[in-house]
């Protein structure tokens, strides 16, 4: 197969994937999936084939994600409309209650163990079906299903920790 055909055949997969670990950022999520055909493209030698090329493309993604993540920590930017919206908003207060909300939600899914912290965010901020997410991942559709049920039982229990103690 060549560089082409595996990057018509994946970069739908791949994107999606990225899409939902960036929390739907379009634009990033290109970004980072043309960088992750790059790389692959540079390292399709080193392929041996022992997963599908999805999985690999995938993992390739994934490391890519997380450069950019550890990029960003060092750089914390704040986006000008961002900014704006916050400050001429007239419910800061709901917003700002919203955004906790949201961090709890996130801190929780940072204390699953891998395997249901990457199907958490795939599912929730990629809205992948348990079947992209299966493909993705190298791992059967109920595997899936299984560690996204687990995965929401702990956070259920963290929200449900955190909210007992603010009372």
Known sequence: MSIDEAYRENFQLVYKYLFGLTGGNDHLAEELTQETFYR???KIKEFRGDCKLSTWLCQIAKYVFYQEID???RRKEVSLDVAVECAASENLEKKLID???KLAIYQSIQKLDPNQKDV???RLSGN???REIAVILGQSENWAR?????GKKVIESFLYTLNRSRD
Not at 146 to 150: E, H, I, Q
């Open 40 to 42: 692959a493209t540079k």
């Open 71 to 73: 990029k960003k920590k």
């Open 99 to 101: 955004q906790e909300q």
């Open 120 to 122: 958490m965010m795939l």
């Open 128 to 130: 992948l079906s348990f």
């Open 146 to 150: 299984v560690n996204f049920y687990r």
